[in-house]
Structures are given as structure tokens and as C-alpha cells.
């Protein structure tokens, strides 16, 4: 059986790699891939506790991440979609006219 | 035998990750990220989370890649990120910022390391112990994700809706 440490660590690869994604690319829909990512490393993270503790509960709370990342992936990409009849063509740093 | 379908899984994992941040077209992210999926969604197998891994390979490989997808088709003309790079200095930051913080949280999962609890029981990637939770326990955030849910709806609705001329 694989010690709980190692999801954990494997987990927390995988939420840096999303974070340099999140940092580093441009193009917002590889972004919200990237939070995705993010998403499903915390998911994996819970099971790989909830295991260890011999609890189920941590599958619980995937599900409702599940939902919530369901949920916010159909808002940002209506968003995008939105942006894009506006502009014709999305990039994020050209969304700045909401800073300050 | 165990620890080494971890291994293989987990460098898949990787390996996907990787590839989604680096690839430049986002349709080759979209793929990555599927394999992602499948490969936490083995991983939920082995920690015995059967409907979990179903739920995954189902909801997420399947309906959210889907809107992705789409959505990449219907507004990416060209494939790449292309212009000039107002922000270029910022970005070289992301790999040493991102590496100094995957370094802290490895450092501080070393450092407390993950209790052993009681043996697991053996029922517990059962959908129906996940239930009995989710309507016991976990009732009222059950609830709140239906309200959660319509207002994802109502909203894509309302921002995708065509204005009238």
C-alpha cells in the first residue's frame, strides 16, 4: 500500500505546475485548464486523507468541488465568449480596463 | 506491484501537467489535461474511491472537456498566443515563484507528515456510505450547491443571451 505522504506530495506537484500555468501563459482558456489542474490535485488530495483516516468524507467534498468547478467553468467560459464578441480576440493582459 | 502502477500513474500525471502548461496550442492542453484526468482518476481507484473515479472520468473528462473544447474551437482563430508580450519580465518569475512554493508545501508535508488513522473500513469507496453522508452530515451543502448550480445557469444564460440592437 502506498503511504498517504506520497499522494500528498504528488498532489502538491501537481498544484505548482497548475500555479506556473496560472503565472505564465496567456491565452485565458489554457488558464482556466491550469485552475482545473489546480482543482484536481485539492481533490486528490482529500481522497488520499480521507483514506488514510479510513473516512469517507473526503469524497464528499470532491463532489462538491466537482460541482463547483462545473459551475465555474460554464460562468468563465460565457464570459469569454461574451469578451470575444466584444474584441475579437482574447488575451488577458488586454482586460485591463478594470484596473484600478 | 502497487507502488509501481503509482509510479507509472503519477508520472503520467506529471508528464500531462507539464505538457498542458507548456504546449502553446491550447486544443494539445485540452488533450493533456484529459490524461490528467484519467490518470487522477486511476489514482482515486487505488485509493479505493470507485464512484469518485467514475464521477471524474464522467463529469470531468467527459462534460467539462467537452465545454473546453468547444469553446476552443469556437474562439481561438489563431492556435497560438501571438503579439508582443507586454508583461514578459513578470512571466520568467513564474517558474522560480511557482518552484519556491511547490519546495514550501513539499518541505511542510515532510516536516508534519500525514497520521495514520484507524484501517480503513472496508466499505468506504461505496457510493452508498458517500450518500448516507451527503444526506446526514453533509446535508445543508447539498442543498446550497443546487441553489449554486442555478445561479451558474441563470447567469451563462444571461451573459450569452445576444443583446437586442
Redesign the interface.
Known amino acids: 500500500?502506498?503511504?498517504?505522504?506520497?499522494?500528498?506530495?504528488?498532489s502538491?506537484?501537481?498544484?505548482?505546475?497548475?500555479?506556473?500555468?496560472v503565472?505564465?501563459?496567456?491565452?485565458p482558456?489554457?488558464i482556466?485548464?491550469?485552475i482545473?489542474?489546480m482543482l484536481?490535485a485539492a481533490?486528490?488530495a482529500f481522497?488520499?486523507?480521507?483514506?488514510?483516516?479510513?473516512?469517507?468524507?473526503g469524497?464528499?467534498i470532491?463532489?462538491?468541488v466537482?460541482?463547483?468547478?462545473?459551475?465555474?467553468?460554464?460562468?468563465g467560459?460565457?464570459?469569454?465568449?461574451?469578451i470575444?464578441r466584444a474584441r475579437y480576440?482574447?488575451?488577458v493582459?488586454d482586460l485591463s480596463l478594470l484596473r484600478w | 506491484m502497487e507502488a509501481l502502477l503509482f509510479a507509472v500513474v503519477a508520472l503520467g500525471a506529471i508528464g500531462s501537467a507539464i505538457g498542458l502548461v507548456v504546449r502553446p496550442n491550447p486544443l494539445h492542453g485540452a488533450l493533456f489535461l484529459v490524461g490528467n484526468l484519467f490518470c487522477v482518476a486511476v489514482l482515486y481507484l487505488m485509493l479505493r474511491a470507485e464512484f469518485l473515479a467514475l464521477a471524474q472520468v464522467i463529469v470531468y473528462a467527459g462534460a467539462i472537456m467537452v465545454l473546453f473544447i468547444f469553446a476552443i474551437m469556437l474562439l481561438i482563430p489563431g492556435k497560438t498566443e501571438i503579439g508582443p508580450d507586454p508583461l514578459r519580465g513578470q512571466r520568467r518569475l513564474a517558474l522560480p515563484l511557482g518552484g519556491a512554493l511547490g519546495l514550501i508545501v513539499v518541505l511542510v508535508i515532510a516536516r508534519i507528515g500525514v497520521a495514520r488513522g484507524p484501517v480503513p473500513r472496508g466499505t468506504d469507496g461505496g457510493i452508498g456510505t458517500i450518500g448516507r453522508l451527503l444526506f446526514t452530515d453533509y446535508l445543508l451543502p447539498f442543498e446550497i450547491t443546487s441553489i449554486l448550480l442555478l445561479a451558474a445557469l441563470v447567469g451563462t444564460l444571461t451573459l450569452a443571451k445576444r443583446r437586442a440592437p
Open positions: 500500500m502506498v503511504p498517504p505522504v506520497y499522494y500528498a506530495a504528488l502538491a506537484v501537481l498544484f505548482t505546475i497548475g500555479v506556473i500555468g503565472i505564465a501563459r496567456r491565452n482558456l489554457v482556466f485548464m491550469a482545473e489542474l484536481n481533490n486528490l481522497v488520499a486523507f480521507g483514506h488514510a483516516r479510513g473516512a469517507a468524507d469524497q464528499v470532491v463532489l462538491f466537482m460541482t463547483v468547478a462545473a459551475a465555474e467553468v460554464a460562468v467560459l460565457a464570459i469569454m465568449v461574451a470575444f480576440r482574447i488575451n493582459d
